[in-house]
T-cell receptor, first 113, second 114 residues
């Protein structure tokens, strides 16, 4: 099992450019999450999806959109990147019912110039 | 809104010292509580969790945490730290309400001196 995979690992964007961060899990989990990690700010929840077909806003959703494409995949889109979105982005999945454990991907380090 | 507070942002200890990292949350209902750890260059991984029952829970690598409901706290402890415990530690809370969110604290960066 690969667990949770994320692409790309690194990305540099110019202000105003758009991009999509991809996340996939092979553990048949219903719940998936997107976090950003910034120094001194910890992990902040951007969006989450409790099940296929549903998405909800987290603490810091502004400037982002998400798509739960199917049970495996949950993508995060930046429509018009801003320097404030420079961060490390983590995707996670959770079986919710049995262990309620977050399984994290390796992260995407995004720099917006 | 629910929140999680970690009192220590950066802790430096010598090997064999005892460790206690504080965590408080703001939510009056039922919660699931977690500590996650991020070793340098690695994924975040679960250290331990509490759902119900014995409020003293044990996790991997000799860590334990105590849930004190009256204080809304879930402090992490280890009697004797090792250099390999150098990492960032995150407390997290799932509130058992309509939301399916897990909220993390800001993290504590632990540095163990050899």
């Amino acid at each position: 099992n690969a667990g949770v995979t994320q692409t790309p690992k690194f990305q540099v964007l110019k202000t105003g450019q758009s991009m999509t961060l991809q996340c996939a899990q092979d553990m048949n989990h219903n719940s998936m999450y997107w976090y950003r990690q910034d120094p001194g700010m910890g992990l902040r929840l951007i969006y989450y999806s409790a099940s296929e077909g549903t998405t909800d806003k987290g603490e810091v959703p502004n400037g982002y959109n998400v798509s739960r494409l199917n049970k495996r995949e949950f993508s995060l889109r930046l429509e018009s990147a801003a320097p404030s979105q420079t961060s490390v982005y983590f995707c996670a999945s959770n079986d919710r019912v049995y262990t309620d454990t977050q399984y994290f991907g390796p992260g995407t380090r995004l720099t917006v110039l | 809104a629910q929140s999680v507070s970690q009192h220590n942002h950066h802790v430096i200890l010598s090997e064999a010292a005892s460790l206690e990292l504080g965590c408080n949350y703001s939510y009056g209902g039922t919660v699931n509580l977690f500590w996650y750890v991020q070793y340098p260059g690695q994924h975040l991984q679960l250290l331990l969790k509490y759902f119900s029952g014995d409020p003293l829970v044990k996790g991997i690598k000799g860590f334990e945490a105590e849930f004190i409901k009256s204080k809304f706290s879930f402090n992490l402890r280890k009697p004797s730290v090792q250099w390999s415990d150098t990492a960032e530690y995150f407390c997290a809370v799932r509130t058992m309400n309509r939301d399916d969110k897990i909220i993390f604290g800001k993290g504590t960066r632990l540095h163990i001196l050899p």
